[in-house]
């Protein structure tokens, strides 16, 4: 470990100590400890989060969430930047989401365009000066250039759908009135088919303690997938995805663990739970709605409606997925339907592809 002469040294090892221990083993703090304390103070001041999970040895969604749990307890400080899409200058002015507009100037070219959370605004970790003073060489253009080109930024949106960003920062917000352009997300909807008998069969207080314990399931095979359960609408669930990959997954991990549910609880063929699924791919915008993201769009609408039309323990998908699904040769030995629909609210039929995944198959 190197050392920083006394005080500066333990009052990072200090810092890094007092974080909450469920979140973080003792291995990673130390691993954690060393990093902040490095000799290379460009390194800590607008960081790429990828950078710091190589130095760290973890996955990103693992540093994104200590690196949030670090930031609530003061040790960094959570940079929101926007890249100019025309002449590349970095603005470093948003401090906070609450700074983002629907629409930004670039201050040095002035150009204005609509605030893209995929490919403009990403998310950068500073070290907080209260624990070390870092030196006018730690702000290195240069160096962070070097650092993006070879591991990709994180974008904002990223953030944005993380649960634990979510949790632990719910005061975080894009203004009232205001978006945030989502090039790409996967949105997906499940419900439960014939919820509704299943209510009046079971009475009300037993069928939702079920209805719980499949909520449950489903936040945490999201939140293992990358994804942000965006909110539930009676017995369905609203995510989003970064990843349109990453929503299949977690499609077949949510009829696999139903599937486990269903046996573990000897239930009734009447009575098991029988999940319905939809996925759309495509543009979105961001929102804040009653202090939650939210999104909004024809992706949204398209994922809801043909949630709607699956028959259960399937997986209806838009031809944006089954597209990189093909491409993926994931699905070979699946069911693969396909019907077209005409959606209520949308214009044109809309081809949907129903899969019934081999649940048994490694993914
Ligand atoms: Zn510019």
Known sequence: MLNFGGSRG???????????AEVITANVRDRLTNFLQIEDSRELYHANPRRIAAHLQLPERETLNILLVCLQAGLVVLNWEVQCPVCGGIDFNPK??????????????????A??????????????????KLGSEADDPQFRQTIDAKYG????HRM??????????????????????????????????????????????????LVRQHFNLLFSIVDEHNGLVVKTIGDAVMGAFTVPMDALRAAIAMHRQIAHLNQELKLAP??????????????????TLNDRPDY?????????????????????VTEALADELTASSLAKDWTWQRRTHMLKGIDDPVLVHYIQPVLTAAL
């Open 10 to 20: 333990q009052t990072i090892a200090k810092a890094v100590a007092g974080l909450r």
């Open 96 to 113: 906070s989401l609450i700074d983002l507009r629907t629409y930004h100037t670039c201050p040095a070219c002035h150009l204005v365009h």
């Open 115 to 132: 605030t893209d959370a995929d490919n403009q605004v990403r998310v950068t970790f500073s070290l907080d000066d209260r624990l070390r």
């Open 153 to 156: 930024a994180v974008s904002g």
């Open 160 to 209: 944005l759908t993380l649960n634990a960003f979510r949790d632990l920062f719910p005061r975080e917000r894009v203004p009232p009135n205001e978006s945030l352009l989502v090039r790409r997300v996967a949105i997906l909807f499940t419900d439960l088919a014939g919820s509704t008998a299943l209510y009046s069969r079971r009475g009300d207080a037993r069928a939702y303690n």
């Open 270 to 287: 009447e009575d098991c739970l029988i999940l319905k699924v939809g996925i759309d791919v495509g543009p979105c915008i961001s929102v």
């Open 296 to 316: 909004f769009g024809l992706t949204v609408n398209t994922a809801a409606r043909i949630q709607a039309t699956s028959q259960g323990n399937d997986i209806a």
